[in-house]
């Protein structure tokens, strides 16, 4: 298989497309970021990479705060648009026409057509270069009831999440496998008469 060879740069893709609100000084809020993920299970952190030219930086830098609010395939326009628009110039919630309501732990807004939204607080900023990584402690966690199953299981896959890939938008595909699959035994199937084949 031929391949070429690039100058390095990001190629990890696909990632989650998320909002991010903040609150400083009295101003909420809202950024679209892709550099987000896990980095750490026990305890729980999280991460995103923001540009310090950004207006939400000095805010979440200050307030030392800030909400990961997952997006969907109904909240795609809403997405970009939060992340080509200054929050120094319009007010992102009125003009997205997204719904305000306050986080529990945190003093940062959330957005309510968000699935889920996760409450950070920053533990460490990390200046890389071109952006500045907040690594932080997730504090709480909001999930719509909507999504919730008789089990008690979270069901995430049903809010169609949107994920970002060199620029583009897209919604997830069918389920191809879970956790662990490649190397599970087959259960053996049972005859009508109950014993094994």
């Not at 395939?73 to 992102?92: E, I, P, W, Y």
């Not at 533990?123 to 997730?138: C, R, Y």
């Not at 956790?179 to 053996?188: A, H, I």
Request: a positive charge; aromatic letters at 8%.
């Amino acid at each position: 298989m031929a391949k070429t060879s690039w100058k390095p740069g990001n190629m990890i893709y696909p990632l989650p497309a998320v909002m991010v609100t903040c609150r400083d000084k009295g101003q909420d809020n809202i950024i679209t970021i892709a550099w987000t993920g896990t980095i750490c299970t026990n305890p729980p952190m999280t991460y995103i990479s923001v540009r310090p030219e950004r207006h939400s930086y000095e805010m979440i830098k200050n307030s030392g705060e800030f909400v990961i609010n997952l997006t969907t395939k109904q909240l795609t326009r809403a997405t970009d648009f939060c992340g080509v628009r200054s929050g120094r110039d319009v007010d992102k919630f009125k003009e997205a026409r997204l719904t305000k309501e306050e986080a529990q732990v945190v003093d940062a807004p959330i957005i309510a057509e968000s699935p889920v939204n996760i409450e950070c607080k920053v533990e460490k900023i990390v200046p890389l270069g071109s952006h500045h990584m907040f690594m932080a402690k997730v504090v709480n966690i909001m999930v719509d009831d909507d999504y919730m199953e008789d089990n008690g299981r979270f069901a995430l896959e049903k809010t169609n999440p949107l994920i970002y890939s060199h620029g583009g938008y897209y919604e997830t595909g069918k389920k191809l496998g879970t956790f662990g699959y490649s190397v599970r035994k087959k259960k053996k199937r049972k005859k009508p008469n109950g014993r094994k084949k």
